[in-house]
């Protein structure tokens, strides 16, 4: 088993930032990637980014892409979500995964979830 916390979530301003943070505990030897995804109120969840386990690798949305960084320093470290120049309709729950493939925009190719936390971004 790997445990996944968040941390990070708020109340910002529209043009504002916040960084969220994911730790992982446990098995996580057998984790290839970590993703944050995103549910909004009344829609499915949505992936934002992911970064492979040595964190070689790094892929976004589209709708994220030149605003939202992920990162790590090591795999020993937390997984980063930098979001800059946020926009109301960023608000939503975000979700850390972990995945044992090397798949990164499916949630369903992710095994392990942390419990979520909140990002409101007000216009």
Known sequence: QVQLVES???????GGSLRLSCAASGRTFTT??????RQAPGKEREFVAA?????GDTYYADSVKGRFTISRDNAKNPVYLQMNSLKPEDTAVY?????????????RTYDYWGQGTQVTVSS
Do not use: D
């Not at 290839?32 to 995804?37: A, P, S, V, Y």
């Not at 979700?95 to 949630?107: F, K």
């Open 95 to 107: 979700y850390c995964a972990a995945s044992r493939t090397y798949s990164y925009g499916l949630s």
């Open 8 to 14: 990070g979530g708020g109340l910002v301003q529209a």
């Open 32 to 37: 290839l990637m970590m993703g944050w995804f």
């Open 51 to 55: 970064i492979s386990w040595n964190g």
